[in-house]
């Protein structure tokens, strides 16, 4: 008698956790679903964007439209002295921010003291990183433009983007050296090893990828800022070339080109989007897509070289 | 064991030890070295065995504000490696260390080997090579690895990386050997290649490890310090240690009623 009480009571239990079980799987269902939608609108509401400026562009991705200057008449208008200037502005970028994000970074992480000093700074180049552009574009106006009288030019264009993504190369060096397990330094340091061999044969190897992801992704949002650039007064009509890097007479480069006016691919993209006739917006819509192609590139060349370099480090 | 053929490597004298945030781990502690022995250090968790191992490579400088006094004399020369005008490099030089978890460098296993030469400034790549083979012959690791040398070291099992641990710490001939717990991270198998291989390190150099094992203890060390609340309770030779301790807390300790 008890016991068919108790198998009774085991029974109308069971229905009870199975239907709790039931209730709470729904709740999951619910939330699934809701984040699916929340990820659609961002994915979907950029994927729109790209075709739209796909499908308007089309007519315009030919070799032409790279060689060409741009020009009053739409139809033979290029992107060459935009892309060109790109590439330059991006290599002084590169040459400025790399060496000075990571070298930052290390002393901050390798060689600073930790007080409060070092503190300030932290939060200050975290926050640096998420000041507007275009106060890097005021301050770069006043400092490069004016202060040191660098003109308009593909230098203070370069040194600015530079400083707007040296906080992102700092803390991404910073991010990827403190991944470095404590086992590994010591173990380092345990050999004999002084503080900069551990660095150079250490801290610096096993942080590439991390470092080289920042470095990257900074660079592919350099590639797309327009508002800086404006507000140092980049000309928005080139019709000519910067003076080449490279020369057929001994020494063979000059930098000549470094203070030549110059275009980038947003603004000469801005430029057209702003004119009435409508000829113009479709080669502003194609080249709104290779902006975002190039990024794209980019940023997965990233991703990939993060995952090259980290096959072989297991920890 | 006879004692009067125990030469002294190295003592600790009065040793205290203070971590940055004034802990003191370490209460003036005493304790003799022998050269060619292997001392065990044994004790409970946070007894400050790990803290006191780590004071002999001068570990502790990598972190500031921790703060040694007193002395570890090294012989035959007499130098108190914890002298501020001694530089911890050196030191780590004439001692070195194995972790408490293998913790090879990502990089080739001839490079973790090398690297020890390399920071002393070896560039003859022959000297390396013939250092390189030497030390994996004296971790017995050399017959496993001496056909892929260029591998990955994390591509070797967890025991053949704590060989090789073992292996990069013998490369530059050091004068003592420190094992941070050694064995914790390895199955039976490995632990008892890296217990044959310390019994044969001995005839070479001088051995202090920690160890929770008791049983590892009794099997390998020569000597014996108990410790507890970072003082230490009691030092003698393995073979009284664990037969006849001279105090409760050692006996009990020992045949695990507490710790």
Known sequence: MANTQMQASVLTNLTEVRAMIKRHKRNDIIFAVIGLIALMIGLLTLLTLFIDLVRNGYPRFNAEFFMNFPSRRAGSAGLLSAWVGSILVLLV??????????????????????????????????????????????????????????????????????????????????????????????????????????????????????????????????????????????????????????????????????????????????????????????????????????????????????????????? | MDNSTNVLKAESRNLDFFYSNGHRALKSINMPLYEKKITALIGPSGCGKSTFLRCFNRMHDLYPGNKYQGQIVMHPDNTNILDAGVDPIEVRMRISMVFQKPNPFPKSIYENVAYGLRVRGEKNKRTLDDKVEEALKGAALWNEVKDRQQDLAFNLSGGQQQRLCIARALATDPEIM???????????????????????????????????????????????????LGELMEYGETNNIFTRPTRKETEDYITGKFG
Request: cysteine-free; proline content about 5%.
């Open chain 1, 93 to 315: 970028t590169f040459i400025t921010a790399v060496p000075m994000g990571i070298g930052a970074g290390l002393y901050l992480e390798e060689y600073a003291a930790k007080n409060w000093f070092s503190d300030l700074i932290e939060i200050n180049v975290s926050n640096l990183a998420g000041v507007p552009s275009i106060i890097y574009g005021l301050l770069a106006l006043g400092l490069f433009v004016y202060g040191l009288d660098l003109g308009q030019s593909i230098l203070t264009a370069g040194l600015t983007l530079g400083l707007l993504i040296l906080p992102i190369v700092i803390v991404s060096t910073r991010e990827s050296i403190r991944a470095i397990p404590v086992a590994i330094r010591e173990a380092a340091y345990a050999v004999g090893a002084t503080k900069w061999q551990v660095v150079k044969d250490h801290v610096v190897k096993y942080s590439q990828g991390g470092i080289l992801t920042g470095v990257i992704i900074g660079m592919s949002r350099a590639i797309g800022e327009t508002a800086p650039i404006i507000t140092i007064g980049a000309l928005t009509f080139i019709a000519f070339l910067p003076p080449s890097p490279v020369t057929e007479v001994a020494p063979y480069i000059n930098f000549e080109w470094l203070s030549s006016g110059f275009t980038v691919l947003p603004i000469q993209m801005f430029n057209w989007l702003s004119r009435p006739d409508h000829a113009f917006h479709i080669n502003a819509a194609a080249t709104g897509a290779i902006i975002i192609v190039v990024t794209l590139l980019m940023n997965g060349t990233a991703i990939w070289l993060r995952y090259r370099i980290r096959k072989n480090i297991k920890w």
């Open chain 2, 178 to 228: 420190l094992f941070d717990e050694p064995t914790s991270a390895l199955d039976p198998i490995a632990t008892a290649n890296i217990e044959e291989l310390m019994s044969e390190l001995k005839s070479k150099l001088t051995i202090l490890v920690v160890t929770h094992n008791m049983q590892q203890a009794a099997r390998v060390s020569d000597y014996t310090a108990y410790m507890y």
